[in-house]
């Protein structure tokens, strides 16, 4: 069975950075997978996603500012935020899909989700 568990969201002032983890139990970490986030209201959005051979793509709006990683080893996935600001708060997910052609934005497309964790930029 896959379960995806994320944390470390947390409230911080603009300017700031985090970092999310996400344990991955049950899931084969060579397959596609990433980050999504979601505010109230909107659709949920693809934020940055890890091909099976460490490819990565982001959205336009954390270029520069976001990197995801991942350990193998340890079965984590990574999600370093810095200069974050208040457009960057929402709840976000950790998801997964087992196929080597990540499908991108799609969040219909990713079969396995977290539960969430949230965070908040205040400025």
């Known amino acids: 069975q896959v379960k995806l568990v994320e944390s470390g969201g947390a409230s911080v002032q603009t300017g700031g950075s985090l970092k999310l983890s996400c344990v991955v139990y049950?899931?084969?970490?060579?397959?596609?997978m990433g980050w999504f986030r979601q505010v109230p209201g909107a659709n949920r959005e693809g934020v940055a996603i890890?091909?099976?051979?460490?490819?990565?793509s982001y959205a336009t709006s954390v270029k520069g500012r976001f990197t995801v990683s991942k350990d193998n080893t340890k079965n984590i996935l990574l999600l370093e935020m810095n200069n974050l600001n208040p457009e960057d708060t929402a709840m976000y997910y950790c998801?997964?899909?087992?196929?080597?052609?990540?499908?991108?934005?799609?969040?219909?497309?990713?079969?396995?989700w977290g539960q969430g964790t949230q965070v908040t930029v205040s400025s």
């Open positions: 998801v997964a899909v087992r196929r080597w052609n990540c499908p991108g934005g799609n969040a219909d497309a990713y079969e396995h």
């Open positions: 049950g899931f084969e970490m060579e397959y596609c």
């Open positions: 890890m091909a099976f051979d460490g490819a990565t």
